[in-house]
């Protein structure tokens, strides 16, 4: 891994954020948001968020995102992860939050609030980039949170990248994916969760929360895709699903040589299963109900035809 201990720091760069502190770096002469955990832990068996940044954005970008480019290394006695700063140039960043207090049409709640269906009105409302393109990426993303268990998706974590100098905007690319693949769990965590399926299972679909909420409370993004298949979900879901290479995230874990054999099963594991057991089964409820309505739909014609029939 790199060390970039030694690395010039541009220190007239300052980042958000609250998840732990960040330093901006020049790493072969390009800038690169350095990220540190909130812990100082460099042992084989312990993850951070900064490993699972990296992690997590290298599974984005196989999924088809375009992703912040990551690279893992140390700052002195600590586990870092350099983000490369898309900010370049005339760049900037305006993070959902920002879009959502420009919206005057929507009257809604605050900056941090995460309401799902504010946030759909407010990608309808907003001027900055086709409300069709905006939406079928915030369901994409959705998608892709809950394959990798990110339970940290809020307002001032995508965005929009606006170039100031020729008034264009494109969405940004995915950034912060610490929160992702239960970083925070400990050897003995794993240990038990691989050796007790139910226990297991009771993680995967019981206790991963989003932060995006609903009638005030933070939604269980499994249990919102069991029951709320629209077609916008379903189009995210069937695109994500078919470009889920998992042998290409399994090579992903196994290159990271600082997390114990032990993590890299059960990240490989809550990847495998998360899809299987949430975004599989999703679909498959869905084509079940769609086939239920063809064949109500077709018995009911059948009915009608022999009622016809028999009027004659």
């Keep these: 891994m790199i060390d970039f201990s030694d690395c010039t720091i541009k220190y007239t760069k300052i980042y958000d954020g609250l998840n732990g502190k960040k330093l901006a770096i020049f790493y072969k002469d390009e800038l690169y948001m350095?990220?540190?955990?909130?812990?100082?832990?460099?042992?084989?068996?312990?993850?951070?968020?900064?490993?699972?940044?990296?992690?997590?954005?290298?599974?984005?970008?196989?999924?088809?995102?375009?992703?912040?480019?990551?690279?893992?290394?140390?700052?002195?006695?600590?586990?870092?992860v350099a983000c490369k700063d898309f900010e370049i140039g005339r760049n900037r960043l305006f993070n959902f939050g920002k879009i959502k207090n420009s919206v005057l049409s929507v009257s809604g709640s605050s900056f941090s609030?995460?309401?799902?269906?504010?946030?759909?009105?407010?990608?309808?409302?907003?001027?900055l980039i086709d409300k069709d393109r905006l939406k079928e990426f915030y369901w994409d993303m959705f998608i892709a949170d809950t394959f990798i268990a990110n339970f940290n998706r809020h307002n001032e974590n995508w965005g929009i990248l606006v170039n100031?100098?020729?008034?264009?905007?494109?969405?940004?690319?995915i950034y912060d994916c610490g929160s992702s693949l239960y970083p925070k769990l400990n050897?003995?965590?794993?240990?038990?969760?691989?050796?007790?399926k139910g226990s297991f299972?009771?993680?995967?679909?019981?206790?991963?929360?989003?932060?995006?909420?609903?009638?005030?409370?933070?939604?269980?993004?499994?249990?919102?895709?069991?029951?709320?298949?629209?077609?916008?979900?379903?189009?995210?879901?069937?695109?994500i699903n078919l470009n889920i290479n998992l042998e290409k995230i399994n090579r992903i874990i196994d290159e990271i040589e600082i997390i114990s054999s032990d993590r890299k099963e059960f990240y490989k594991k809550v990847i495998k299963e998360r899809k299987e057991i949430i975004l599989d089964v999703a679909y498959e409820k869905y084509?079940?109900?769609?086939?239920?309505?063809?064949?109500?739909?077709?018995s009911l014609f059948i009915s009608k035809e022999i009622m016809k029939k028999s009027k004659i």
């Design 287 to 298: 084509l079940s109900n769609a086939k239920n309505i063809y064949d109500d739909e077709k």
């Design 201 to 239: 299972n009771d993680l995967i679909l019981n206790q991963t929360t989003s932060a995006v909420t609903r009638f005030g409370k933070k939604t269980n993004p499994q249990n919102f895709l069991f029951s709320n298949l629209n077609n916008d979900i379903l189009m995210s879901l069937k695109k």
């Design 34 to 80: 350095l990220k540190f955990p909130k812990d100082n832990h460099i042992t084989g068996g312990y993850a951070s968020s900064t490993i699972n940044e990296h992690i997590s954005s290298k599974i984005f970008k196989s999924l088809g995102f375009e992703t912040q480019d990551t690279i893992l290394g140390y700052y002195d006695d600590k586990v870092v």
């Design 187 to 196: 050897n003995q965590d794993i240990q038990k969760y691989l050796s007790h």
């Design 113 to 127: 609030d995460t309401d799902l269906d504010e946030t759909l009105k407010i990608i309808d409302e907003q001027k």
């Design 164 to 173: 100031e100098q020729n008034d264009t905007c494109k969405i940004a690319p």
